[in-house]
């Protein structure tokens, strides 16, 4: 794939898919950015004076602590990423496992695997999120890691079920029975007519999914549930700083504006994703 | 272009084109046509050649994403083109109504049929007073033939059959008497009994109501049932217009020609060469003829000059500069001296009293099934190398289910299966290598039998790689004959099907069956979804490779034109049970199976024009399943009680010709009448 | 014969399902964490306090019976009481829930029309630019998490239009009025997640049933545009419409955790938040469950209606 490969590319995609990617481009080259150097330090008290509103040095003010709100919220732009793609990327890889073999064997096997996927469904995102975390118990409570299985284990059991709608979908048609006459080993069939006939649903299903996902740990870290203080997770800074509303709103805005625009630019990237493939998406949380 | 009397409608230079992708592709280029008062035309032509769009252009049905960049459709001294939404409201289904292509999705599903014929009759102000609708409905599903008009109203589509569904299409179609009826293809998705029987009534209504039509179809047989004068459309172009006896004695246009050569016929069998070479292909069309890259007769002109409809003679117009140095007519070969593969005289494969079951998937309903009447029942068959044994039935006669017995997805209930005198087990997995490799299967659907994902060349390599175990050198060679064998060069090595037409892909699916050198080839209708040119040549090399590699095919076909030109021995099977079996040559003459003499009237052909022989109309009377004749209850010939409380006998008939009746041998002969349109010689009149 | 089959089976499954997910919850907080007691207690555990836990929630009995108790409990709509109050989990959770019902009530209410209108002007007028107009309008406030749109909300209307209250604290002897404009702002939160949400898959819906061949055929037997959309096109949207609201639902009981959170409305969800806080087992269960359940019923609801108005289960 050289460069003029690229920029054919480029120029057939859709509005959505060059738009989502500059927004993410851009929001990856702060990641990178923000956890190397920030004007003030994300736990530097007393950078400017308390509750002090926005100027030049600091755009989006300064919280009750006198810390900058904009150093915290680059830094913590590495923080959200990352622990998006990583929680996301595990669920995708072991719900595609799940659900691509459960659908091959078929059998007693793929009921009991659709059945405990359907129970994992019904329990609401959050409300499992929740569920996981008192498992996990106050000991692991704030650990990166946590929020990583956490995110993986709320996503796994919706990818299984729909990589396995998407493997039954292949199954079915001629080609596979083709290669089942022939006498090709379950491996084969799986690897070379099965797999790269779901690769685009799945990746589709991982961009959405990779689009809900700071917005999950966004929202755990508001209850308080994510990453401990002072380290400036987004979710937790929105709700730390909520008590400043009255006074100095931008430290609120701020930090929403940046994770809103963040998934703005997932589910933009997802929408052109999705329509180059060739399928459709439903976006939103469900 | 002079038009003849006044016509009810007129097409006059019409170009359109629309949007796919992001690209503008012309689907019709200067088209004119007109249709008189009275008259019945017809529009052929193969996919892609712009029919359906110009009869929905008659009714100014036109999509966001579609253009007219020229042109107008006259109609009543209108420009229809011109029209507002609501004035076309006030035409449409009043005076030009549409009969669609596929009933079952056009009526609307939650919504009872008498009622979607009543709210036409409303909307178009026809009749107001409730009771009086009421009765309209009833009169125009009399007129229609649907029984028990008044319980037949309150039902919902999907409780009526195909043929029901459009019946009802037809009555709505008639509500307001319109005076153009415009009719898409609307026989493509049902049985050829079916089919003829919808033919037979909208030649009946036509006589009584008077109307005219435009019928759209790709079946030439059709076409010379029903139509008075025919235009043949290629590539956007009408290219021939002619009338109906004209058009198929002295056609003039070399497609016209090759198209019709193309056509297998029911009535005799056709050498089946080359009659239609090479394939469209849109992207390359010359700026003049767009037949010039497929044609014989071409001269140095014909690329760059575009062509206008010249008069042959009276209504016959060409669009074909060379016409007049063009011999007129259609070569045919009577005889079959060419292909005659002598069969061997081992048993390659013998099914012996198999029946066969739908297999239960879910685990609900292995523990809550009941058990259920197997839909193959008792059927005994037997194939020799080199043989081509057709089976023939049309939809639930269980063809398509004993070739997946055969080939191992589906295990047999109960019976046995032999292939090459040792025992075949059910499943797939319990065969032996060398069994899997003898026995190959070709799907119906070319779309879905190649995985999309694949290069022609990785599609090709696997039963190389699986079967012989090839090394990476020995791939390349053997890759290049087996596409050089169903005639595809070597660029198609590195494409991927979505590239290819759907022709193509079925030769690739040919070639993939072939590379792993089988002894027998399951054929399930593979010819079915394909162009009737590109099924003329898919038959012929399937004659050849035949003949070159000693295979034995099983052929599932509904098609009996097809089955006379391509094998040697039929089985003829209705609801699961087998009615007759023989030489191919003794299907074809007396004494016929009822259901059989009731298929051959059915098959529309080119050489029986206007026929009239037309099935007698047949409930469906359901029977006990498993006791007396499968066909007992729609036989036209049945002898009585006997039909269905006992199971008919086999009769044989010559040496190896079995018929199952009630009736002996001679009574068969004396009832069919088939064999006699055509003036007793077998030859077209 | 097959309607009942198939509204029975569907009942089947859904009660399996809530089945499933109380062996998932007990065994999440009371089996697989190990010592449940010492977790509880914490920093504060000494051996006479872990004891006496250990011996108030039975956990020296093995893992098995304590499910069947508890879960026999539940059949009876008992489930046990909370560790911090002593209180009888159901009486706490009685009033907690009717407080998130008027919430979701109301929500939902006001979902219908935001939902529908944009959809059906969508579809109508696919391709034209207010179809893109709200198509990005709908994708902005999607990528809102739905904290960050209460939030939003709240700074708006409270501080730069101070016309609602900042919290929604409502008690038993709240008057009609306080009750309107605390569920304000949580109501209208709500319901915007939800429709934006349903906008787009009602609108990709109706745009799928205009395109079908029988509303071609409608339009091509002479029949206006506005009969077609209504006695042709809508009707058979109303299956879809029914699942994408039990989604919705589906949703809602997830939503009430945060939202309830931001505003300090007293519900169900800020419920669930609390007793996570202090691992208040069988606060945990019964909160877990409960949401479970009303899930699955939403869902089970949607498939009978589906099941009901499909027109080819119909016999005349």
């Known amino acids: 794939m050289n460069l003029t490969h690229w920029f054919q590319l480029w120029r057939r995609s859709p509005q959505s898919l060059r738009l989502g990617s500059i927004i993410l481009v851009f929001w990856l080259l702060v990641a990178v950015f923000g956890a190397l150097w920030t004007p003030y330090g994300y736990a530097q008290l007393g950078a400017g004076l308390p509750l002090s509103g926005v100027s030049w040095d600091h755009p989006f003010g300064i919280d009750q602590l006198g810390r900058d709100v904009f150093s915290r919220v680059l830094y913590g732009t590495h923080i959200v990423i990352l622990l998006a793609l990583a929680g996301t990327t595990l669920g995708v890889v072991i719900g595609a496992l799940i659900g691509l073999v459960s659908a091959y064997i078929g059998g007693w096997l793929d009921e009991v695997v659709q059945r405990f996927a359907e129970a994992f469904i019904s329990i609401p995102f959050l409300v499992l999120a929740l569920l996981i975390i008192a498992l996990a118990g106050p000991d692991l409570s704030g650990d990166p890691i946590l929020i990583v299985m956490v995110v993986a284990f709320v996503y796994t059991p919706r990818i299984t079920r729909m990589a396995r709608a998407a493997a039954l979908d292949v199954i079915t048609r001629d080609f596979v029975t083709i290669a089942k006459l022939r006498g090709e080993s379950a491996w084969s069939v799986v690897w070379r007519e099965l797999l790269p006939n779901t690769t685009g649903t799945l990746l589709v299903e991982f961009s959405l999914r990779a689009g809900y996902a700071p917005a999950l740990v966004g929202s755990l870290g508001f209850l308080g549930f994510g990453i401990k203080p002072p380290i400036p997770e987004w979710g937790l800074m929105i709700s730390e700083n909520r008590q400043l509303i009255l006074a100095q709103p931008i430290t609120v805005i701020g930090p929403g504006l940046a994770l809103a625009s963040l998934i703005v630019g997932l589910n933009m990237f997802t929408e052109g994703l999705a329509r180059i493939l060739g399928r459709t998406v439903k976006l939103g949380e469900q | ?685 | 014969m097959t309607v009942w089959r198939l509204i029975i089976g569907r009942v089947f499954t859904a009660l399996l399902t809530l089945w499933l997910v109380s062996i998932i919850v007990f065994a999440a907080v009371e089996v697989l964490p190990g010592d449940v007691a010492g977790r509880i207690l914490g920093r504060n555990a000494t051996p006479e306090s872990l004891a006496a836990l250990r011996l108030k929630l039975n956990l020296d009995a093995p893992a098995l019976e304590r499910y069947w108790d508890w879960f026999r409990g539940v059949l009876h709509g008992d489930f046990g009481s909370a560790l911090t109050s002593k209180r009888p989990v159901s009486q706490i959770l009685a009033d907690r829930v009717v407080n998130t019902l008027i919430l979701s009530g109301v929500a939902f209410l006001l979902y219908i029309p935001l939902a529908l209108i944009p959809a059906l002007i969508q579809a109508v007028r696919r391709d034209r630019s207010i179809d893109h107009g709200i198509s990005i309008v709908t994708l902005i406030l999607l990528s809102t998490p739905d904290f960050l749109l209460a939030t939003f909300l709240l700074i708006t209307f409270v501080i730069f239009i101070p016309i609602l209250p900042a919290v929604s604290v409502v008690t038993a002897t709240s008057s009609f009025g306080e009750w309107v404009m605390a569920l304000t702002l949580p109501a209208v939160t709500l319901a915007v997640v939800m429709a934006v949400y349903a906008v787009r898959m009602l609108r990709d819906n109706l745009i799928e049933v205009l395109d079908s061949d029988y509303i071609r055929m409608a339009e091509l037997k002479g029949m206006s545009a506005r009969r077609v959309l209504l006695r042709h096109a809508l009707p058979n949207s109303l299956i879809p419409t029914l699942n994408i609201t039990a989604l919705n639902l589906g949703y809602l009981i997830g939503g009430v955790v945060i939202i309830e959170r931001v505003f300090a409305f007293p519900g169900f969800g800020s419920l669930l938040v609390d007793s996570v806080q202090v691992l208040d087992i069988p606060m945990i269960e019964a909160t877990v469950l409960l949401s479970a359940a009303v899930y699955i019923v939403a869902n089970l609801f949607a498939d009978v209606g589906a099941i009901l108005l499909n027109p080819r289960l119909r016999k005349s």
């Not at chain 2, 009276?314 to 016409?323: L, P, S, T």
């Not at chain 2, 009447?373 to 068959?381: A, D, E, G, H, Y």
């Not at chain 2, 053997?478 to 169903?486: F, M, R």
């Not at chain 2, 009746?661 to 009149?685: D, F, M, V």
Request: charge should be negative; aromatic fraction near 6%; charged fraction near 20%.
């Open chain 2, 1 to 685: 272009m002079r038009v003849a009397t006044d016509p009810v409608i007129a097409v006059e230079e019409l170009d359109f084109a629309y949007r796919t992708s992001g690209q503008w592709v012309t689907v019709l280029k200067g088209v004119s046509v007109h249709i008189e008062k009275g008259e019945v035309l017809g529009l052929v032509g193969e996919s892609g050649c712009g029919k359906s769009t110009l009869a929905y252009t008659l009714l100014s049905y036109l999509r966001s994403n579609a253009r007219i960049d020229n042109g107008k459709v006259l109609f009543g001294g209108l420009n229809l083109l011109d029209l507002q939404r609501s004035e076309l409201d006030q035409l449409r289904g009043v005076q030009i109504s549409l009969v669609p292509q596929n009933p079952t999705t056009a009526l609307s599903p939650h919504i009872r049929v008498g009622q979607q014929i009543g709210e036409v009759l409303v909307q178009h102000d026809f009749l107001q007073d409730k009771s009086v609708i009421d009765e309209r409905i009833q009169e125009l599903f009399s007129l229609v033939e649907l029984p028990n008009p008044d319980a037949l109203a309150l039902r919902y589509p999907h409780q009526l059959s195909g043929g029901q569904q459009q019946r009802v299409c037809i009555a709505m179609a008639l509500a307001c008497d319109p005076n153009l009826l415009i009719l898409d293809e609307p026989t493509t998705g049902l049985d050829v009994t079916t089919q003829s029987q919808i033919i037979a009534l909208l030649i009946r209504l036509r006589k009584q109501l008077g109307m005219c039509m435009l019928y759209v179809t790709h079946d030439l047989g059709v076409l010379a049932q029903i139509a008075d004068r025919v235009g043949v459309m290629y590539a956007g172009y009408m290219v021939e217009v002619a009338p109906l006896d004209r058009l198929f004695d002295t056609p003039r246009h070399p497609y016209t020609k090759g198209l019709i050569g193309s056509v297998p016929d029911v009535d005799i069998r056709k050498r089946m060469s080359q009659s239609l070479k090479g394939l469209l292909q849109r992207d390359k069309l010359p700026v003049g003829c767009p037949f010039q890259p497929r044609c014989d007769h071409e001269d140095a002109t014909c690329r760059e000059m575009p062509q206008t409809l010249e008069i042959v003679s009276d209504g016959h117009q060409v669009a074909c500069q060379r016409w007049r140095s063009i011999e007129p007519g259609v070569p045919v070969d009577l005889t079959d001296a060419e292909w005659s593969t002598a069969p061997g005289d081992r048993s390659l494969l013998a099914l012996d009293n198999v029946s066969l079951r739908y297999s239960a998937d879910t685990l609900f309903s292995s523990v809550f099934g009941r058990s259920s009447i197997p839909v193959v029942r008792q059927v005994s068959l037997s194939l020799r190398r080199s043989e081509t044994l057709a089976l023939v039935g049309e939809s639930g006669s269980g063809k398509s289910t004993i070739a997946k017995a055969v080939a191992g997805i589906l295990p047999p209930l109960t019976g046995i299966i032999e292939f090459d005198e040792t025992g075949l087990a059910g499943d797939i997995r319990r065969r032996t290598a060398e069994q899997r490799k003898n026995i190959q299967f070709i799907f119906q659907n070319p779309d879905a039998s190649l995985n999309p994902r694949s290069s022609i060349e990785q599609i090709l390599s696997r039963p190389l790689v699986k079967f012989f175990g090839l090394s990476n050198s020995e791939l390349h060679d053997a890759i290049d004959d087996s596409l050089a064998s169903v005639k595809l060069d070597s660029t198609y090595r590195a494409r991927y099907p979505d590239e290819l037409s759907g022709g193509e892909r079925q030769r690739v699916a040919i070639a993939r069956a072939l590379a792993a050198r089988p002894k027998l080839l399951l054929c399930d209708e593979i010819l079915s979804a394909l162009d009737v040119s590109v099924q003329a040549n898919i038959i012929s090399l399937l004659r050849q490779l035949q003949t070159e590699n000693e295979i034995a095919m099983l052929f599932i076909s509904h098609d009996l034109a097809v089955v006379r030109n391509l094998a040697h021995r039929v089985a003829v099977l209705y609801d699961g049970e087998l009615m007759e079996t023989g030489q191919v040559e003794a299907l074809f003459s007396p004494p016929f199976h009822p259901y059989t003499h009731v298929l051959l009237l059915a098959v529309p052909s080119i050489y029986n024009r206007r026929a009239s022989n037309v099935p007698a109309r047949t409930e469906i009377v359901g029977t006990a399943a498993g006791k007396g004749c499968a066909f007992a209850g729609r036989c036209p010939w049945q002898l009585g009680e006997v039909c269905t409380q006992e199971d008919p006998p086999w009769r044989q008939n010559g040496q190896s010709n079995w018929i199952r009746c009630h009736h002996p041998l001679e009574e068969l002969s004396k009832r069919a009448t088939w064999h006699l349109q055509l003036n007793g010689t077998g030859k077209p009149g």
